[in-house]
């Protein structure tokens, strides 16, 4: 196996398996490190008991503030967290785009608008088949796209809460879901409608996870290596510190090198700013790509709440992840009920989707006896929800690397009562849907559960003083390193971090292929804002519900200026390959050349093609134009003459035949000299 690639993408998950999806029919050769193996697919993949138990937690020890060891319940496997994420694949709203007042601070804006951003989020959803329905959900933005697929239908629990909620005015929608069920064709579907999809592995791979969807149809293209059990340790540069040159990896115990022209780093916001901050140098010494001092800052994680909900009738639900609510997400919606302390109508609170179907052993976890004195009755009746709140990036919020080497993670969740009142609002919410809440657990405040959904430690911006990455995510301090996992979010909104990371990572992937085409150290950032110019003709001459007509392959787009000059090469070689055959042609209609001569031009145009040409011109240049009229007029000339002498010789034969003829009548010559005369004649 070669260590020299033109890509090294670090990270096999929703940024680096979709960056390398995105990269590999360029033909470049792509390296895929990826830290975890492929996840055993097995029956235990379905079971409850041993999926709650950490079956599929990989082992890893990070440390608190105080410097106590915890458990992360990360997932380092060939398609990294999303192996066992729910699919949920949300856009993040306009408004999310922009600054945002919360009550604990300020969310702060990106440097891009939803509309720059928007042709992404609509390649991601067609690479990751999302089932959806735009239009329904006041909050989301434009579209340039309708989903591939119809959204998941509610089954009649679901569909019955939906109505009472609708009719109330809080505009229920679909949740769009990454899962590959037809429901138009059941026995063809790949995804069976099952309860084990959030938070277990699909046995069947009928979730678009980046592993199936992303990473496993790129294994048998030649130009792509995947390398499992493959832990990045730290990156090395020049000696200048521009250019990462060396990607040094811990393999079966052994430490190895790979280079690449371009590295691309995709292993999560926390282990990302731990490979940055193990990778300090002398030109480096906070760490690679840290002059700012923003490498490892700004964590955030959102504020979860997962929360149980009775009603009087028996829940029948198979797959009630169907329903999302975000009527609460952004401020002054007219749906609130008025909270007596804090006025949550002023403020954004955040997301309600469902969750699965609550399973027995998943219950007693998070309940106690004493709230449910009857857990299976409480598990018949009971729908389960998922509150999500922003949470803010605050520089304290950080990771950071002890001498030791030990990754350190200090957390402090935000925006907690903004999550009380949306807790408040769902009771009342509910309410009208004859179903009564009840708190079953904040994940946040779970030991090593305030990992999910990470994002922040490398933001992007145009500041460099602030932030870590340029808008296309290249580090501004170096020439050849990029970040694409959620590490570049400069806030989180309040939905999953998903398909914001995927469709990023096409975005990114994109341009990378255009700068390996181009053989540039990177292209402008102009071309991010000419591409959203394009994008915002394009969203807003969509109207709400219209389906543009493009299939589901995700390729690489070309911008009409990447059009032009690919038509102008490709005139230009048809050019040259006409002017070379042309001139070889020409000295081997020369005359006056040599068989010495002619080799030597043959030569010379053969195997110094340009200069060869070139030479030609300007030795033969002035007489070009007359060989090539001799030449065309040459044939012309030659039927002429021809056509003369046979006149000339036709009338000239005919009158001595005629004469001689005359004489052997007269008898003056004999019949045997008319004949010799005649041969003589006619030969």
């Known amino acids: 196996m070669t260590d020299q690639y033109d890509v090294i993408v670090v990270g096999s998950g929703a940024g680096g398996g979709t960056l390398a999806r995105t990269m590999a029919p360029s033909g470049k050769r792509i390296l895929l490190l990826e830290r975890g193996n492929y996840l055993p697919r097995e029956l235990r993949n379905w079971d409850p008991r041993q999926v709650r138990a950490g079956r599929y937690v990989s082992p890893d020890t990070w440390y608190d503030a105080a410097g106590s060891p915890f458990e992360p319940q990360v997932h380092y496997f060939v398609g990294g967290a999303t192996k066992l994420y729910g699919a949920a694949l949300c856009r993040l709203r306009p408004a999310d785009f922009g600054e945002i007042g919360h009550l604990d601070g300020l969310s ?97 791979h009928a979730k678009a996870d980046a592993d199936v969807v992303a990473v496993r149809p790129l294994l048998g293209m030649p130009n792509v290596t995947l390398l499992v059990d493959a832990e990045v340790t730290s990156l090395e540069t020049d000696p200048g510190g521009r250019s990462v040159t060396k990607v040094i ?20 916001a926390v282990n990302s ?11 480096h010494p906070a760490g690679l790509a840290n002059g700012s001092g923003q490498v490892g800052r700004n964590y955030m994680c959102h504020t979860i709440s997962d929360v149980v909900a009775l009603g009087e009738k028996a829940n029948e639900t198979v ?82 690397v002890d001498h030791d080497g030990h990754l ?34 904040s994940i946040t405040g779970l030991a090593g559960a305030g990992t999910d959904h990470q994002a922040g430690t490398c933001r992007f911006g145009r500041d460099p003083a602030t932030s870590v990455l340029d808008i ?16 570049f979010f400069p ?34 950032p102009r071309g991010v804002r000419r591409a959203g110019r394009q994008a915002r003709t394009l969203v807003h001459n969509t109207l709400p519900g219209q389906r543009a007509g493009r299939g589901g392959d995700v390729t690489v787009d070309y911008p009409l200026l990447d059009v032009f000059w690919t038509m102008l090469w490709f005139f230009a070689m048809c050019v040259w390959v006409f002017l070379v055959a042309w001139t070889i042609i020409l000295i081997f209609r020369r005359r006056d050349l040599s068989g010495w001569a002619k080799a030597a031009w043959l030569l010379f145009v053969i195997f110094v093609p340009l ?42 034969g005919a009158d001595e035949l005629s004469k001689l003829a005359d004489l052997r009548d007269r008898g003056i010559i004999t019949d045997e000299e008319f004949q010799r005369g005649k041969v003589q004649l006619l030969n």
């Open 108 to 204: 702060p804006a990106w440097p891009l608008t939803y509309e720059e951003f928007e042709p992404w989020y609509a390649k991601a959803e067609w690479l990751y088949q999302v089932r959806g329905l735009h239009g329904e959900d006041p909050s989301e933005g434009p579209w340039s796209e309708e989903y591939p697929w119809p959204p998941i239908s509610h089954e009649p629990l679901i569909q019955q809460i939906a109505d009472h909620l609708g009719r109330a005015g809080y505009h229920p929608f679909h949740v769009p879901r990454g899962i590959m069920l037809d429901e138009t064709n059941r026995p063809a579907s790949e995804c069976i409608r099952c309860n084990r999809c959030d938070g277990y592995p699909c046995l069947i």
């Open 249 to 268: 990896v811990t393999h079966a115990g052994a430490r190895e090198e790979y280079r690449g022209d371009l590295v691309v780093l995709a292993a999560g």
């Open 273 to 283: 700013a731990r490979v940055l901050l193990r990778s300090a140098s002398d030109r």
């Open 319 to 400: 797959f009630q992840q169907t329903l999302g609510i975000n009527a609460f997400y952004l401020a002054g919606d007219r749906a609130r009920t008025d909270h007596q302390a804090d006025e949550s109508g002023s403020w954004p609170l955040g997301s309600i989707q469902m969750l699965s179907r609550t399973e027995q052993p998943a219950l007693r976890r998070g309940a106690t006896r004493r709230m449910f004195p009857d857990p299976r009755d409480t598990e018949n009746r009971a729908v389960g929800l998922r509150l999500i709140t922003e949470d803010l990036p605050r520089p304290d919020n950080r990771v950071t």
């Open 408 to 441: 350190r993670l200090s957390y402090d969740a935000t925006n907690n009562r903004e999550a009380a009142m949306l807790y408040h609002e769902l009771g009342m919410m509910l309410s009208q849907a004859d179903l009564q809440v009840h708190r079953w657990e």
């Open 472 to 487: 296309n995510c290249k580090a501004h301090e170096l020439d050849n390193l990029y970040v694409v996992d959620a590490s």
């Open 491 to 524: 806030s989180v909104g309040a939905v999953g971090p998903a398909l914001t990371t995927m469709a990023n990572a096409i975005r990114v992937g994109e341009h990378l292929i255009r700068r390996l085409r181009l053989g540039a150290k990177g292209l402008h």
């Open 611 to 652: 200069l060869g040409v070139v030479a030609y011109l300007v030795a033969r240049g002035g007489h070009m134009a007359e060989e090539q009229v001799s030449e065309y007029n040459a044939p012309q000339d030659e039927a002429y003459r021809a056509y003369a002498r046979y006149e000339a010789q036709g009338r000239h």
